[in-house]
């Protein structure tokens, strides 16, 4: 990135942290991600080649440090100076969240994605402990069927059919089930609107919703929905 050549914070932040992607990229590491495949999956449309180039930047200037682990493996971790980053990221992603988060874009609609974010807020110790496998048939301009399996302890997403039983099936419309992410409207509403529907054990109908801690950022999302719809007269 060209210098902004001005003695200002300001622009030396904006010089570190103003480049494509990577705003994205600590926001990956800010939610979990220490291995490279993992920050491909998180961030699909960059090039393997341009991570790496990234990758490599924030390690030269102190943000990120590579740490082996066993023969041959690595991790990568946020510095001290990088995880400070946090709250500034935060607070950008909620100003995005009141300010800049209109109807989505088709091509933001990507379903892969959407499932990688969603199993990263699994409530763990909600989960029962046989295992439980749930597919969704996202419906809309993307169609896609994918997997969410959970085990005790842990949870994993599937792009190809893992082999087991489906105990819950999801059919949603994609556009729908991000709202739902987002906080925008409720599965209930979604589930009432005809958007979504879940099959399956009525056990396991009633528990799902609770396995889910939504975005981060739904609270706040639902607050601007709620303003909007209520506006100060």
């Known amino acids: 990135m060209r210098a902004y050549n001005q003695y200002c914070p300001i622009a030396r932040a904006a010089e570190i942290l103003g480049d494509r992607w990577t705003i994205l990229i600590v926001r990956e590491f800010l939610n979990g991600s220490r291995h490279f495949n993992e920050l491909a999956r998180g961030l699909p449309g960059i090039s393997r080649t341009l991570l790496q180039r990234r990758l490599e930047r924030l390690r030269r200037l102190g943000l990120l440090e590579r740490r082996a682990y066993g023969e041959g493996r690595s991790e990568y971790h946020l510095t001290p100076p990088g995880e400070e980053l946090q709250r500034a990221v935060w ?7 009141r300010w800049a988060l209109t109807e989505p874009r088709p091509e933001e609609l990507d379903p892969a994605l959407l499932l990688w974010w969603m199993h990263r807020r699994i409530n763990l110790d ?3 402990r046989q295992r439980v496998v749930v597919q969704f048939n996202f ?18 997403v599937c792009r190809d059919d893992p082999g087991f039983d489906v105990d819950l099936l999801v059919t949603a419309d994609i556009a729908a089930f991000y709202h739902v992410w987002l906080g925008r409207i409720t599965l209930a509403e979604a589930m009432d609107q005809g958007l979504a529907q879940i099959d399956g054990p009525p056990a396991l109908i009633r528990a799902f919703p609770r396995w889910l801690q939504l975005s981060k950022f739904a609270d706040v999302v639902r607050g601007s929905v709620t303003a909007k719809l209520n506006p100060t007269r």
Not at 139 to 156: C, I, M, Y
């Open 126 to 128: 909600l989960l029962p």
């Open 139 to 156: 419906q809309g301009r993307r169609r896609k069927t994918l997997w969410l399996v959970f085990e005790p302890g842990d949870a994993s």
């Open 91 to 97: 607070d950008l992603g909620q100003w995005g969240a």
